[in-house]
């Protein structure tokens, strides 16, 4: 069976490629437990109600360019994009779209920015968690 290293990933931001900046990323679902238990029951009984999606980014920060930077946090507080919905995409592998290669498509809002993550004689990194606005799409072909 395959496995797959993850070297080449495909991250697009606001229709920016971003991935040059990502050193990890992690796309994740879990759905809310609503309890169904009535009276006389013995045991809870339990249903899935709604899905709560998240991305997390780990990125190198690159102050020189800055690209990265005024992508998310923008120049000033109007071309910030923190407290937006801004459209994503995720690949495993930076090629063709296939049933090995899904496209994760997605709206993240862009909850909270820390520009800044290190210590002395590490390299500046910037990590981020955002809440997914609506549902995941994914797409094989």
Same mark, same amino acid.
């Given at each position: 069976?395959? +496995? ?7 991250? @697009? /931001?606001?229709?920016? =490629? ?13 759905? =809310?437990?609503?309890? %169904? ?6 045991? +809870? ?13 780990? /990125?190198?920060? =690159? /102050? #020189?360019?800055?690209?990265? &930077?005024? @992508?998310?946090?923008? *120049?000033? @507080?109007? *071309?910030?994009?923190?407290?937006? #919905?801004?459209?994503? &995409?995720? +690949?495993?592998?930076?090629? *063709? ?14 909850? &909270?920015?820390?520009? @800044?993550?290190?210590?002395?004689? &590490?390299?500046? %990194? #910037? ?9 995941? %799409?994914?797409?094989?072909?």
């Amino acid at each position: 069976m395959p +496995r797959l290293v993850l070297t080449n990933a495909y991250v @697009l /931001f606001a229709s920016n =490629d971003i991935s040059q900046y990502v050193t990890s990323v992690s796309l994740s679902s879990s759905v =809310d437990v609503v309890d %169904t238990t009535g009276l006389g029951s013995v045991a +809870r009984t339990r249903v899935g109600g709604l899905f709560d999606n998240q991305v997390t980014f780990e /990125f190198n920060q =690159d /102050f #020189a360019d800055n690209a990265l &930077e005024e @992508l998310i946090n923008g *120049t000033s @507080l109007a *071309t910030s994009t923190v407290g937006t #919905a801004v459209a994503m &995409e995720i +690949r495993p592998v930076n090629t *063709t779209v296939s049933a090995s290669n899904p496209k994760y498509t997605f709206n993240a809002l862009v909850s &909270e920015w820390q520009p @800044l993550s290190g210590a002395v004689g &590490e390299l500046v %990194t #910037a990590s981020t968690s955002w809440p997914i606005s609506g549902p995941i %799409t994914k797409v094989i072909a």
